[in-house]
């Protein structure tokens, strides 16, 4: 089976704080992508960041970055500055060709 | 706003019913999917239409249909309705298999 864990059910930050959360997958494919998406409370899926699996350079988006490691299948997401807002669900999914497959998700709390 | 469209947002019916919801992707996606989001089974890929034609199907019940319209849009049908069928639906649009997808906010289903 092609599955994408996220071996941290919940995490804690401050505000202005650094936090990575952790991701590694399983896939048999060659090319495929892998993003990182957030879940507020209003439980709509935003897409946070992306990361084509043949490109080496990590994708950054402004205060969200990732550490894609190929070669170990993990794919990591880090949130600098944290602010109260960061505070959702974040879900880890690899897509290649049709279906996400998702990870079960961190559970991010940021407080002041 | 990710440009998905969901209605209707919620929806409450008894066992044994049948339901209809209704996606409409992004302007100029051709691919939509629809996951179902239980509390205690994460999000699970129920299958993927492109331009009108099936393109992937996952953990879709068989008491579970969908289709995609010439104009895109496509519907979920779920038939003789079980408590446990009671989750949020998404569905999420593409330009094509690989790309990211975008998430409509999603129908809560709740059936009594």
């Known amino acids: 089976a092609q599955t994408v864990t996220q071996s941290q059910p919940e995490m804690s930050v401050q505000e202005a704080e650094t936090v990575t959360l952790s991701c590694t997958y399983d896939t048999s494919e060659n090319n495929y992508y892998l993003f990182w998406y957030k879940q507020p409370p209003s439980r709509q899926m935003i897409l946070v960041i992306r990361?084509?699996?043949?490109?080496?350079q990590n994708a950054t988006e402004n205060r969200f970055s990732v550490n894609f490691q190929k070669a170990a299948k993990s794919f990591s997401l880090k949130i600098s500055d944290s602010q109260l807002g960061d505070t959702a669900m974040y879900f880890c999914a690899r897509g290649g060709f049709q279906k996400l497959v998702f990870g079960t998700g961190t559970r991010l709390l940021v407080s002041p | 706003d990710s440009g998905v469209t969901q209605t209707p947002k919620h929806l409450i019916t008894a066992t044994g019913q049948r339901v209809t919801l209704r996606c409409s992707p992004r302007?100029?996606?051709?691919?939509v999917y629809w996951y179902q989001q239980s509390l205690d089974q994460g999000l699970q890929f129920l299958i993927q239409?492109?331009?009108?034609?099936?393109?992937a199907k996952g953990n879709i019940l068989e008491r579970f249909s969908a289709q995609q319209f010439p104009d895109l849009h496509s519907e979920l049908n779920l038939s003789s309705l079980e408590l446990g069928d009671s989750a949020l639906y998404f569905c999420?649009?593409?330009?094509?298999?690989?790309?990211?997808?975008?998430f409509g906010p999603g129908t809560r289903l709740t059936v009594t």
């Open positions: 239409y492109y331009n009108g034609e099936e393109r």
């Open positions: 999420a649009s593409s330009a094509s298999d690989n790309y990211e997808q975008y």
């Open positions: 990361q084509e699996a043949y490109k080496q």
């Open positions: 302007s100029g996606d051709l691919s």
